[in-house]
């Protein structure tokens, strides 16, 4: 494989010195970049543009052109396991995604397969292929997947949930339901991801989007367990280098001691938690991404500069940051915003590592 002419968001991840923080945005290819919206429309609709691998390469790379950002992510959706099980789903305007067939019985998980990330997800793994070799190793290239409990969610609910109270009904009622569910999730999960370091991801991360909804002790068996069974089975060295593993969940600032126990590399933050007093709390034990609310984005350039500003003084001197959005970048968003959050980050940042 190409060598890599910009590691430092790898750099950061195993906390090794660099030059200034490394920064890459969540859902940085996506609607609030015109060409994106130019590229869905050529594609018809958004499974199209996630299934065809040129599509998903095409704007994966749209936001490396536009900005200096130390990391590209695989443009995809975190429901494609789901639908390789084959649940069927689409996308219904304004109401976001939504699945033909929900999962409510013992019956009904037991059914499900492990979907084979070759045969079944083939379209993804070939999509990575793709934007690895378009890369030609300007910048290292995420891969990701959802959780077991918010893939969970989705497949329960049938769709987006504001209480997840089907959900949480099944898990209260009948754990031994969810627990097989979350299992075979996990086990979905980890070959998916190993499937897309196989193909050429160089991190990756799963996106608890909705554990920090669970009770503390829901979460530590329903969320966290599981995800801890997907880093366990990680592949964690290929291409001659370590795989950089990132757990964000949305919400979870409560729980960042036993997140950092499950031998990840780094936790993702969202904006909730100040940064400095997380860096306390988990020590040297990882790396820690975030963590501006994205609706700083909305405010003036200069705004934006002295909030990056206040979240680098923050965490401080030293390794171990990635500077990320504490969740996706909003479609409403200036893209010159952006551009302005990005810079303020590399040039305010070097003071940090001299």
Request: hydrophobic fraction near 45%; proline fraction near 5%; charged fraction near 20%.
């Amino acid at each position: 494989m190409t060598a890599l002419k910009n590691d430092r968001f790898l750099r950061a991840l195993l906390k090794q010195p660099v030059d200034v923080t490394p920064v890459w945005m969540m859902r940085q290819a996506g609607r609030y970049l015109p060409e994106y919206r130019a590229s869905r429309a050529k594609a018809g609709d958004f499974m199209s543009l996630c299934m065809n691998p040129e599509f998903a390469c095409e704007v994966t790379l749209q936001p490396l052109e536009r900005y200096p950002l130390d990391a590209a992510i695989l443009f995809s959706d975190i429901l494609t396991i789901p639908d390789a099980m084959g649940l069927g789903l689409y996308f219904e305007t304004g109401e976001g995604p939504r699945f033909k067939k929900v999962v409510n019985t013992m019956a009904d998980i037991e059914a499900l397969p492990i979907p084979d990330p070759d045969k079944d997800l083939g379209y993804v793994m070939d999509a990575v292929r793709t934007i690895r070799r378009e890369l030609n190793g300007r910048v290292p290239l995420i891969g990701f997947s959802g959780s077991p409990w918010t893939l969970a969610t989705y497949m329960v609910e049938g769709g987006s949930s504001k209480d997840f109270r089907k959900s949480k009904a099944l898990l209260y009622e009948n754990p031994q339901a969810m627990h097989a569910l979350l299992d075979k999730l996990a086990q979905s999960v980890t070959s998916y991801l190993n499937g897309q370091i196989l193909a050429g991801a160089q991190a990756v991360q799963i996106f608890d989007s909705w554990g920090g909804s669970l009770s503390a002790a829901a979460y530590q068996e329903f969320s966290l367990a599981y995800m801890q069974k997907i880093v366990n089975g990680l592949i964690r060295e290929h291409d001659g280098r370590r795989v950089p593993v990132i757990l964000f969940t949305k919400g979870g600032g409560l729980w960042l001691e036993s997140m950092a126990d499950s031998g990840v590399e780094a936790l993702g933050l969202d904006w909730t938690c100040d940064i400095g007093a997380a860096r306390a709390r988990v020590g040297d034990k990882v790396a820690l991404q975030g963590n501006m609310d994205p609706s700083v984005l909305y405010a003036k350039p200069e705004a934006i500069r002295a909030e990056v500003g206040r979240i680098l003084a923050a965490y401080g001197h030293g390794n171990g940051h990635v500077f990320n959005l504490g969740h996706g970048i909003t479609p409403e968003v200036d893209p010159a915003h952006a551009g302005a959050f990005i810079e303020a980050v590399h040039e305010l940042s070097a003071q940090y590592h001299v």
